[in-house]
């Protein structure tokens, strides 16, 4: 854990810098992080049964160590998904109770009101009040203009 939190550690000081400066600053700082990661996991392998879990997640570890390590060659990519990781746990989370919303055309609205949700955020728009907008300009508006209301061409209309 000490070695994670050391590998973050450095992460987190690179956070305002430049796509090119970040993969220069983790070669320099993050990649012997990695390397001393890699030779204690090679090592403790030898140390643990074969089949056990400890073995399993060792092995899984460094049979995937090229994508562990990608974000060492490009400054754009993050170290670890967890932003996207939280942008869809509500729908992991409300997943099994969303088996019983009905029946499938009431799964289906479900799942085009959650995406209208998702997306208002990903725009920066408050779902709350994209909604409220797009629902109260719905109906008076003509089908020619309905991409206006799509959360990336959205404009409040101040209401």
């Known amino acids: 854990m000490r070695r994670f939190a050391r590998i973050y550690e450095v992460e987190g000081e690179l956070k305002g810098l430049g796509d ?12 012997p992080l990695w390397e001393e990661l890699r030779q204690w996991l090679a090592l ?21 160590w090229t994508a562990l390590t990608r974000h060492l060659e ?26 019983f919303v009905g029946s499938e055309l009431a799964g289906q609205r479900a799942a085009i009101v959650m995406s209208l ?19 109260q300009r719905l109906p008076t508006l003509l089908n020619s203009r309905l991409d206006e209301l799509l959360p990336h061409r959205w404009q409040s209309c101040g209401n």
Do not use: C, F
Request: charged share 30%; no cysteine; aromatic share 6%.
């Open 117 to 135: 949700v998702q997306s208002a955020r990903m725009n920066g728009h408050d779902p709350w009040a994209y909604l409220r907008d797009v629902l």
């Open 20 to 31: 090119e400066e970040r993969s220069a600053q983790r070669q320099r700082l993050a990649k």
């Open 44 to 64: 403790e392998r030898r140390l643990v049964a074969d089949g056990g879990a400890a073995a399993k997640a060792i092995d899984y570890t460094l049979g995937h």
């Open 74 to 99: 490009d400054g754009a990519v993050a170290l670890d998904n967890n932003h996207l990781e939280r942008q869809i746990k509500p729908w992991a989370m409300g997943r099994r109770a969303w088996q």
